[in-house]
Structure formats: structure tokens, C-alpha cells
């Protein structure tokens, strides 16, 4: 059973930073692509940023320069650190695993984890 557990959220003031965590399991973690994803209320799930599993990342414009993802597959983790922390980052993130299998695509969810940024 394919398990995907995020942690590391919660309330920060404008300017702080986060760490997010996603722990991996039932799945051979090093061949999938891993992503970050979120959603505001009222809005629809948006990609913050992707690391394939040779290591490569890209980044949504809005969080260049502010956020990094990372991955250590010897813990089976992903990694998603947050700096500079503005309102708008409020929202529930979510990690994705994926990888394609002869042209058909895999695609794990987490349940999620609520970032709010308040003062």
C-alpha cells in the first residue's frame, strides 16, 4: 500500500520560514518524480515545485527564489524548505508521487498539510 505522510505545517508570520516533510512508502522512492502541490480556498491545485528523480527541479514563478525542494532517498523523503514566507503561500500543500510506465501515468497523493502565513 502506497502511503505519502506530509508534516511540517503550520502558522508563521509573513517573512518566516517552513519545512515541509513527506515520508514515502510502498513505493520504490528513488524512480519517481516527487512534487509539491497546493491549494487556497477557492482555488485549484497549482504546482509549486518538482524534483525528478535524477535530481532535477523547477520551480512556479511565484516561489522562485523563496522555496527549494529536495529529496534524500535513502529516508524516502521529500523535501520542501520555505522561506520568505508571504500570504498568498497560504494553503494546503500536498505531495505527489509519478512516475509513466509505458505510457501510462502513476500519481500518488498525500493528504496534506494546512500552511497558514498571518500576523
Known amino acids: 500500500q502506497v502511503q505519502l505522510v506530509e508534516s511540517g505545517g503550520g502558522l508563521v508570520q509573513p517573512g518566516g520560514s517552513l519545512r515541509l516533510s513527506c515520508a514515502a512508502s510502498?513505493?520504490?522512492?528513488?524512480?519517481?518524480?516527487m512534487a509539491w502541490y497546493r491549494q487556497a480556498p477557492g482555488n485549484q491545485r497549482e504546482l509549486v515545485a518538482t524534483?525528478?528523480?535524477?535530481?532535477?527541479?523547477n520551480y512556479a514563478d511565484s516561489v522562485k527564489g523563496r522555496f527549494t525542494i529536495s529529496r534524500d532517498n535513502a529516508k524516502n523523503t521529500v523535501y520542501l524548505q520555505m522561506n520568505s514566507l508571504k500570504l498568498e503561500d497560504t494553503a494546503v500543500y500536498y505531495c505527489?508521487?509519478?512516475?509513466?510506465?509505458?505510457?501510462?501515468?502513476?500519481?500518488?497523493w498525500g493528504q496534506g498539510t494546512q500552511v497558514t502565513v498571518s500576523s
Open positions: 505527489n508521487a509519478g512516475r509513466v510506465v509505458f505510457g501510462k501515468q502513476f500519481d500518488y
Open positions: 510502498g513505493i520504490r522512492f528513488s524512480i519517481y518524480d
Open positions: 524534483i525528478t528523480s535524477g535530481g532535477s527541479t
